[in-house]
């Protein structure tokens, strides 16, 4: 047995109580602005362990063993993100692919059970994908800065000619763009529209939900990670306890953006996107015509 | 060099010309798309529940027995063409999967008895046919310009590139259909067949980034 | 055995078999298997905590006029 694998377990747990505190706070934060007292801050945990010994049932309508098979898959594919990014501190672009198979997952889960609501979602997915995968062109401008995309090169840079944030604030913010369209009641958050019933997890109930809840607080933590790592640099991702004080306060500000917007319609979500991409991709022109 | 930007590479398998390579970016891509093959052969088609028009009760809509064969069929020639895309480090090898993936997509829907349906699959058809000019155009500007397709020795030719990357960028687009061209390609997915439907957003996904790794490396 | 706990079992038996591999084996496939383990014994272990359905009509959708 490789002792790595210790680390990664250890890492694993780790992502997910935090992810799932954080998660907590959020919803809290966005409570008191909105003048309510909130659940405590465990309360996503405690959702988590709940649904997870609730029972399930296979609708009529589902195809199998599609409809197990993506609930399985989010937690695979943000475990994957994890080592990547946390572990092996390795290529960006792998990072891409695992955003990309989240959509897939989100889709699948939607159409898979054969509920309409979770069909809107599924479609809408589609169309947030479409709108919020550009948004990787930041990936793009971080090569033509660094010469890289492994994680590990980024960090190097940055311990030499200080963080990325001030160099590209452009890529940061769109960046965060896609931190704000993951985060639960984003703006950008057509997919799991509360006019849509849960969207894409109406008809994942139970302990498919639960299996659903654990993916999500990883991918929270995970892509908070990336954003500390690629952004503001080595010596915050150094010691955990840095870390988790970032964390929290990007998910203040994340929270105050969610709290005070509304869900905007799914056509304005992804123009907007489109429009915040385009600007990256201007951005990319730029560096590219006067870096060559 | 290609190291800094699909991490480590394991091997190559060079059969003549055409080139495979493992590195850990495209196994990683190659296990995804073999593994959602197998999971769309083995699952059946969910039943949709369709709202009707001035009716109260709803619909539920079964994919028949023959439309489910072609369109397995053909949901597995494109996760295999994906799994191909994957791995090879061939320009041209890559543009071909690419055009294979595009033509099986249509494929996919166009068993489906609906009018919606098939005028999207129509349009988005138009749009990947368009769309191969520029594709293997900038192929054939590549090789003029350098002598070679492989994507090996592409980084290693100090030329650059910038226009036939762009041509490239813009084929790519329309093959699979991404940002302006998604609106028709959007309508497709409503068809009934989830896991059918599910091969061919993963398959354009995944070539996305793919071409953006290639992009990057010549 | 109805089909959740029949689903639950053979995701056992795979979560199972991959945490025997990642102790058997070294190096990269480890990673591979954990990705692959963890869900399946997620699911695997869960579905045999869960309470057996009490609905009358399991499986139907609470959609209307269905």
């Known amino acids: ?292 | 060099m290609i190291s800094s930007i699909i991490g480590q590479l394991f091997g190559i398998v060079p059969f003549g010309d055409i080139v495979f390579g493992f590195s850990e970016f495209s196994i990683i891509g190659f296990v995804v798309a073999l593994i959602f093959t197998i999971v769309v052969y083995l699952t059946k088609p969910e039943k949709q529940l369709e709202a009707q028009k001035f009716r109260v009760e709803d619909k539920l809509e079964v994919v028949s027995l023959e439309e489910l064969k072609i369109r397995r069929m053909m949901a597995i020639v494109c996760g295999i063409a994906t799994a191909g895309a994957m791995l090879t480090y061939d320009l041209f090898d890559y543009a071909l999967f690419l055009t294979l993936v595009g033509i099986a997509n249509i494929g996919i829907v166009s068993a489906v008895k609906k009018d919606w349906v098939l005028n999207a699959s129509y349009q988005y058809g138009l749009i990947a046919m368009i769309a191969t000019l520029p594709l293997f155009g900038s192929a054939g500007m590549i090789l003029a310009k350098t002598g070679t397709l492989s994507l090996f020795e592409l980084p290693k030719i100090p030329t650059s590139l910038l226009f036939e990357k762009i041509i490239f960028a813009a084929g790519m687009a329309g093959e699979t259909g991404i940002a302006p061209f998604y609106a028709s390609k959007a309508e497709m997915f409503r068809a009934p067949g989830s896991p059918y439907i599910l091969m061919i957003h993963l398959s354009s996904l995944l070539l996305i980034v793919r071409t953006v790794e290639i992009l990057l490396t010549i | 055995m109805d089909e959740e706990r029949k689903c639950g079992l053979y995701l056992l038996i795979i979560g199972l078999l991959c945490t025997f591999g990642i102790v058997m084996f070294k190096g990269m496939i480890c990673y591979l298997l954990y990705v692959i383990a963890v869900p399946c014994l997620l699911y695997g272990i869960g579905s045999y905590l869960i309470p057996k359905t009490r609905r009358k009509n399991a499986g139907r959708l609470p959609f209307r006029g269905f």
């Open chain 1, 1 to 292: 047995m490789d002792s790595s694998i210790i680390n990664v377990v250890n890492l694993t747990i780790h992502a997910f109580l935090v992810g799932s505190l954080l998660l907590g706070l959020h919803r809290k934060i966005i409570a008191r602005i909105q003048g309510r007292p909130g659940p405590p801050i465990i309360q996503y945990l405690l959702h988590t362990i709940k649904f997870y010994v609730k029972e399930i049932t296979f609708p009529i309508t589902a195809g199998n063993p599609l409809y197990i098979f993506v609930a399985l898959l989010d937690v695979s594919v943000w475990l994957t993100a994890l080592i990547i990014a946390i572990d092996l501190k390795s290529s960006l672009l792998i990072i891409i692919g695992i955003y990309v198979l989240q959509k897939i997952v989100e889709h699948g889960c939607g159409l898979s059970s054969g509920s309409p609501y979770g069909k809107i979602g599924g479609v809408r997915s589609v169309f947030s994908a479409a709108a919020e995968v550009p948004l990787f062109a930041v990936v793009a401008a971080i090569y033509l800065t660094t010469h890289s995309v492994l994680i590990s090169d980024i960090l190097n840079y940055q311990s030499i000619h200080g963080s990325l944030l001030f160099k590209m604030p452009i890529c940061a913010f769109a960046f965060f763009i896609l931190l704000v369209s993951k985060a639960p009641n984003s703006p950008f958050g057509i997919v799991k529209g509360k006019d849509i019933v849960s969207g894409y997890m109406t008809e994942h109930y139970g302990l498919l939900a639960s299996i659903i809840y654990i993916a999500e607080a990883i991918a929270y933590f995970a892509l908070l990670w990336i954003f500390i790592a690629v952004f503001i640099g080595p010596w915050v991702v150094s010691h955990p306890l840095i870390t988790l004080a970032v964390m929290v306060g990007l998910t203040v500000i994340l929270a105050f953006v969610n709290g005070l917007t509304p869900l905007l319609a799914p056509h304005h979500s992804v123009m907007l996107q489109m429009t915040i991409a385009g600007l990256v991709l201007c951005d990319v022109l730029y560096r590219l015509i006067m870096g060559g």
